[in-house]
């Protein structure tokens, strides 16, 4: 099973949307521009989502394997 | 007709002129996409990936062309171009300055183009700080054709010229004049 | 009751009042005695020196929590950062406007806290300590700094250094203050691995809250047992926990868990909504709060979260909707900008909860912004603003109602005009 999760990194995203326009089935962008990740990246969209995360002006996206939660706010 | 008929007749130095022309275009292309890239600017016709792909694709196109453009001027025996005064700016004995404005501008894109092929390889700041020298890049290569001579005096090179600045310059204008207004444009 | 002392704390609050603070059964035993090494280790005796081992078995037997808001169990980020090289980071910043228990323990029991910094670092096998205190109360610097040079004197050898947190609400989230710490501005960034498992210069880094290290350091030295002398079995221990912390008449108590709310709220209190937690908090109706106790898990089951133990009372006459709208000005206002939905996504909730409260505009709207918040930043400050709002909601859905008709059971009028 490789499911992968498509991670923002916040402050580098400056809301260009490539990723939305290249990978629809998983990225929407929200009324301010900024990615909607809807679901993790399952197979059939791995590629496409490697090209979103190339083709990201900024680098502001990441494919991880999904993160244990964890939280810290001391 | 020889082979060093060829190094020493004129068929070189319309290469390198040639040449020099279409890459004065092909980086004004891509000079203005880039700045299109920045602008966000988007319609239903003209996805982002279509400006960030032909932006890519004219320059690859733009370094080949630079290739060619060194390789003719080098080549040719009846200017005295050594291979490193294309690197190494202003040690030329043939118009050193204005040869020197090239090489420069060659030297900086090269610098754009490795870190561009490298890109998320590395962090995204410095690799901006590289990629804007790309603008200084345009600005000398401009000035190197121009004042290299030939063909600048003529009607079509000047207008060719003139018309690349203009071209740049209003797109530069209008991407800040868009961020005045743009919602979506939020650094 | 035991003496209430009323100017030692260094803390204030936004009126400028500076909180109460009375005698407790643990971590405030001995207060009236002042904040001196000498009185301290008079009354307690040495530091304790645990083994890493040890103090996760003690924390994983008492399910010590972290007390900076999350509750994060204290075991599993002291196992994580057990490795080479450790860091040790005490975060006293306390940006949460409304609490100051941490500043009230600084000042009046600086060693309680530093006692368990020192156990937590020998444990972790490491002398580099770092505090975390809050910029705008300078005098809790040089109490800090005093109590640091007395440790110094007695031979205590470890390396700490000082930081001052500004006085932002995000200032101290843990990557915020990491930043502070390598010299960068004292904001959120995204953070990859947790700081437990890479955090100040990619080292094993332990974060916590003040209060964690001052229950740490008391759980050390009197062991699980002694530990569970106050408290319930279910929860053993006390927590610190600031009354009307921005508002009249602020307070820092210790109270055991499964000590009943009545006996920390007056009767008049126990007839209002209760906010509760921090301003990321989360709101009770007055019928929830018969028979609550002091209790993370009694609260949970209400509903709400103990969060940095901030209990603020709605003032009588008061607005529950006026009062979250207020709150979420005011986040809204410190979000770092760092990120868009933050940046974007908190003023518009200001506005649309602005607009519900005044002109009964729709919820609808404040919720699928609270929706478009969660989630989407490096920190999770859109999602404790968006957690309030929704509590607000619903808790309060007849006050909602009442006010899209033009009126306020609070009697707030004026917010109509």
């Given at each position: 099973m490789s499911e992968h999760l498509l991670r923002v990194d916040w402050p580098a995203c400056k809301a260009h949307g490539v990723c939305a326009e290249l990978l629809p089935e998983v990225i929407s962008l929200d009324e301010w521009g900024y990615p909607i990740v809807h679901e993790p990246v399952r197979g059939d969209v791995l590629e496409l989502a490697r090209t979103a995360v190339k083709a990201c002006p900024t680098l502001a996206l990441r494919l991880t394997a999904p993160p244990p939660r964890v939280t810290t706010v001391a | 007709m020889t082979g060093a008929d060829i190094l020493n007749g004129p068929a070189l130095w319309f290469a390198n002129r040639g040449t020099g022309f279409v890459l004065l275009v092909l980086l004004t292309l891509s000079t203005m996409l880039g700045v299109l890239s920045t602008a966000r600017a988007t319609s239903r016709l003209w996805p982002r990936m279509l400006t960030q792909g032909l932006h890519r694709n004219v320059s690859l196109l733009a370094v080949t062309f630079l290739a060619a453009h060194i390789t003719t001027a080098v080549v040719d025996t009846f200017v005295d171009i050594r291979w490193w005064n294309a690197f190494v700016p202003f040690t030329g004995t043939y118009k050193p300055l204005w040869l020197g404005f090239g090489s420069f501008a060659l030297d900086l894109l090269l610098a754009v183009t490795a870190t561009s092929l490298l890109r998320h390889r590395m962090s995204h700041k410095p690799w901006r700080a590289v990629h804007v020298m790309a603008y200084a890049a345009w600005g000398m290569g401009l000035i190197h054709g121009m004042k290299m001579g030939t063909d600048a005096a003529t009607v079509w090179g000047s207008a060719l010229n003139f018309g690349c600045i203009a071209a740049v310059s209003v797109s530069v204008l209008a991407r800040f004049g868009l961020l005045a207004h743009s919602r979506l444009v939020t650094t | 009751m035991t003496a209430t002392i009323a100017v030692q704390s260094a803390a204030r609050n936004d009126v400028g009042l500076i909180p109460k603070v009375s005698e407790g059964p643990a971590l405030l035993a001995g207060i009236a005695q002042g904040p001196g090494l000498a009185s301290h280790r008079d009354r307690l005796g040495p530091a304790p020196r645990p083994s890493a081992e040890m103090l996760v078995e003690m924390a994983r037997e008492v399910d010590l929590r972290g007390r900076g808001g999350a509750g994060f169990p204290f075991a599993i980020k002291l196992a994580a950062a057990a490795r080479r090289r450790a860091v040790v980071v005490v975060n006293a910043s306390e940006g949460e406007p409304a609490s100051h228990k941490d500043a009230t323990l600084m000042t009046c029991a600086p060693h309680v806290v530093l006692d368990g910094a020192a156990a937590v670092a020998h444990a972790l096998g490491t002398r580099e300590v770092h505090i975390v205190v809050p910029s705008e109360l300078p005098s809790l610097r040089l109490i800090v700094e005093k109590a640091l040079r007395e440790r110094a004197k007695a031979g205590e050898r470890l390396k700490v250094e000082l930081h001052g947190a500004q006085p932002w609400f995000v200032a101290g989230q843990a990557q915020a203050v990491l930043q502070l710490l390598a010299g960068r501005e004292n904001l959120p960034v995204t953070a990859w691995k947790p700081e437990a498992v890479s955090g100040h210069h990619g080292r094993p880094t332990l974060l916590s809250n003040a209060e964690t290290f001052a229950h740490l350091g008391h759980l050390a030295r009197v062991g699980s047992a002694g530990y569970a002398a106050h408290g319930t079995a279910d929860e053993p221990g006390t927590t610190l926990l600031t009354l009307r912390g921005d508002g009249w008449d602020p307070e820092v108590r210790e109270v055991a868990f499964g000590t009943p709310l009545t006996d920390v709220l007056s009767e008049a209190e126990m007839a209002q909504p209760l906010f509760l937690g921090g301003y990321h908090g989360t709101w009770l109706r007055p019928s929830q709060l018969n028979g609550l106790a002091v209790s993370r898990k009694d609260i949970a089951a209400a509903g709400a979260s103990i969060g940095a133990g901030v209990l603020l009372p709605l003032a009588e006459g008061w607005c529950p909707l006026v009062r979250t709208a207020a709150l979420v000005d005011y986040l809204a206002g410190q979000s770092a900008g760092r990120c868009g939905p933050c940046r974007n996504g908190l003023p518009a909730m200001a506005e649309a909860l602005r607009a519900l409260v005044?002109?009964?505009?729709?919820a609808g709207r404040v919720e699928e912004l609270c929706g478009l918040v969660t989630r989407r930043g490096a920190c999770a400050h859109p999602d404790g603003t968006a957690r309030l709002v929704a509590s607000m909601l619903a808790r309060f859905s007849d006050e909602v109602d009442s006010h899209a008709l033009g009126t306020c059971r609070g009697n707030r009028r004026e917010v109509f005009a």
């Amino acid at each position: 099973m490789s499911e992968h999760l498509l991670r923002v990194d916040w402050p580098a995203c400056k809301a260009h949307g490539v990723c939305a326009e290249l990978l629809p089935e998983v990225i929407s962008l929200d009324e301010w521009g900024y990615p909607i990740v809807h679901e993790p990246v399952r197979g059939d969209v791995l590629e496409l989502a490697r090209t979103a995360v190339k083709a990201c002006p900024t680098l502001a996206l990441r494919l991880t394997a999904p993160p244990p939660r964890v939280t810290t706010v001391a | 007709m020889t082979g060093a008929d060829i190094l020493n007749g004129p068929a070189l130095w319309f290469a390198n002129r040639g040449t020099g022309f279409v890459l004065l275009v092909l980086l004004t292309l891509s000079t203005m996409l880039g700045v299109l890239s920045t602008a966000r600017a988007t319609s239903r016709l003209w996805p982002r990936m279509l400006t960030q792909g032909l932006h890519r694709n004219v320059s690859l196109l733009a370094v080949t062309f630079l290739a060619a453009h060194i390789t003719t001027a080098v080549v040719d025996t009846f200017v005295d171009i050594r291979w490193w005064n294309a690197f190494v700016p202003f040690t030329g004995t043939y118009k050193p300055l204005w040869l020197g404005f090239g090489s420069f501008a060659l030297d900086l894109l090269l610098a754009v183009t490795a870190t561009s092929l490298l890109r998320h390889r590395m962090s995204h700041k410095p690799w901006r700080a590289v990629h804007v020298m790309a603008y200084a890049a345009w600005g000398m290569g401009l000035i190197h054709g121009m004042k290299m001579g030939t063909d600048a005096a003529t009607v079509w090179g000047s207008a060719l010229n003139f018309g690349c600045i203009a071209a740049v310059s209003v797109s530069v204008l209008a991407r800040f004049g868009l961020l005045a207004h743009s919602r979506l444009v939020t650094t | 009751m035991t003496a209430t002392i009323a100017v030692q704390s260094a803390a204030r609050n936004d009126v400028g009042l500076i909180p109460k603070v009375s005698e407790g059964p643990a971590l405030l035993a001995g207060i009236a005695q002042g904040p001196g090494l000498a009185s301290h280790r008079d009354r307690l005796g040495p530091a304790p020196r645990p083994s890493a081992e040890m103090l996760v078995e003690m924390a994983r037997e008492v399910d010590l929590r972290g007390r900076g808001g999350a509750g994060f169990p204290f075991a599993i980020k002291l196992a994580a950062a057990a490795r080479r090289r450790a860091v040790v980071v005490v975060n006293a910043s306390e940006g949460e406007p409304a609490s100051h228990k941490d500043a009230t323990l600084m000042t009046c029991a600086p060693h309680v806290v530093l006692d368990g910094a020192a156990a937590v670092a020998h444990a972790l096998g490491t002398r580099e300590v770092h505090i975390v205190v809050p910029s705008e109360l300078p005098s809790l610097r040089l109490i800090v700094e005093k109590a640091l040079r007395e440790r110094a004197k007695a031979g205590e050898r470890l390396k700490v250094e000082l930081h001052g947190a500004q006085p932002w609400f995000v200032a101290g989230q843990a990557q915020a203050v990491l930043q502070l710490l390598a010299g960068r501005e004292n904001l959120p960034v995204t953070a990859w691995k947790p700081e437990a498992v890479s955090g100040h210069h990619g080292r094993p880094t332990l974060l916590s809250n003040a209060e964690t290290f001052a229950h740490l350091g008391h759980l050390a030295r009197v062991g699980s047992a002694g530990y569970a002398a106050h408290g319930t079995a279910d929860e053993p221990g006390t927590t610190l926990l600031t009354l009307r912390g921005d508002g009249w008449d602020p307070e820092v108590r210790e109270v055991a868990f499964g000590t009943p709310l009545t006996d920390v709220l007056s009767e008049a209190e126990m007839a209002q909504p209760l906010f509760l937690g921090g301003y990321h908090g989360t709101w009770l109706r007055p019928s929830q709060l018969n028979g609550l106790a002091v209790s993370r898990k009694d609260i949970a089951a209400a509903g709400a979260s103990i969060g940095a133990g901030v209990l603020l009372p709605l003032a009588e006459g008061w607005c529950p909707l006026v009062r979250t709208a207020a709150l979420v000005d005011y986040l809204a206002g410190q979000s770092a900008g760092r990120c868009g939905p933050c940046r974007n996504g908190l003023p518009a909730m200001a506005e649309a909860l602005r607009a519900l409260v005044h002109r009964g505009g729709p919820a609808g709207r404040v919720e699928e912004l609270c929706g478009l918040v969660t989630r989407r930043g490096a920190c999770a400050h859109p999602d404790g603003t968006a957690r309030l709002v929704a509590s607000m909601l619903a808790r309060f859905s007849d006050e909602v109602d009442s006010h899209a008709l033009g009126t306020c059971r609070g009697n707030r009028r004026e917010v109509f005009a």
